[in-house]
């Protein structure tokens, strides 16, 4: 299965700000996938990420507030954009292969 | 859409007793099923999948689960539980074919008390 890695590991930002996510994975893969795990809840997907193409965002996520790209076929970034509160959550990247993979994540909190 | 229902969100038990943690989906397709372990403070780790052939699939940590398809169910089981098993279990399908997107239930938190 493939190694992802994601940094920062965790942050702390001011609301009104933004914050980049950078997903690297450690073979080529199609397709890269966003989720969102808030306080006690379970995954919710953001967006699925192909190599030279526009994220393909779910309901209720826009590209504004969650700008995505894929530069090559080994990396993803997601910015969370304009962050209040309600914001704070673990954001993870995945690659599907056979199965869903995931990276630690990110714990981000807006203060 | 494909979308999936745990119908425990938390269970308590003792060590050595049997597990069973319930999982119905609903699509009318072909499906590929998994179940997802989240140990406190750690990622999600794939615990075991189903895609096709035998029904009952064996995973990692003495897991095992069963797809009933006439029921819509992956039930997750496991004979005697462990105090180290206390987590996160996340049920999650996809439709069958490649890179499809995985969708997951709410979770089961499981405590097992030495």
């Known amino acids: 299965s493939a190694v992802i890695s994601q940094k920062p590991s965790r942050d702390i930002c001011q609301r009104g700000t933004s914050l980049t996510i950078q997903c690297q994975v450690d073979?080529?893969?199609?397709?890269m996938f966003w989720y969102r795990q808030q306080p006690g809840q379970s995954l919710t997907l953001i967006a699925t990420a192909n190599q030279g193409s526009e994220a393909t965002y779910e309901s209720g996520f826009v590209i504004d507030k969650f700008p995505i790209s894929r530069p090559n076929l080994t990396f993803s970034t997601l910015t969370v954009s304009n962050m209040s509160p309600e914001d704070s959550s673990i954001y993870l990247c995945?690659?599907?292969?056979?199965?869903?993979?995931f990276g630690q994540g990110t714990r981000l909190t807006v203060v | 859409a494909q979308s999936v229902s745990q119908h425990n969100h938390h269970v308590i038990l003792s060590e050595a007793a049997s597990l069973e943690l319930g999982c119905n989906y609903s699509y009318g397709g072909t499906v590929n099923l998994f179940w997802y372990v989240q140990y406190p403070g750690q990622h999600l780790q794939l615990l075991l999948k189903?895609?096709?052939?035998?029904?009952l699939v064996k995973g990692i940590k003495g897991f095992e689960a069963e797809f009933i398809k006439s029921k819509f169910s992956f039930n997750l089981r496991k004979p005697s539980v462990q105090w180290s098993d206390t987590a996160e279990y996340f049920c999650?399908?996809?439709?069958?074919?490649?890179?499809?997107?995985?969708?997951f239930g709410t979770g089961t938190k499981l405590q097992v008390i030495p």
């Open positions: 189903y895609f096709s052939g035998d029904p």
């Open positions: 999650a399908v996809s439709r069958s074919g490649g890179y499809q997107k995985v969708t």
């Open positions: 995945s690659v599907e292969d056979l199965g869903a993979f």
């Open positions: 073979s080529q893969v199609t397709m």
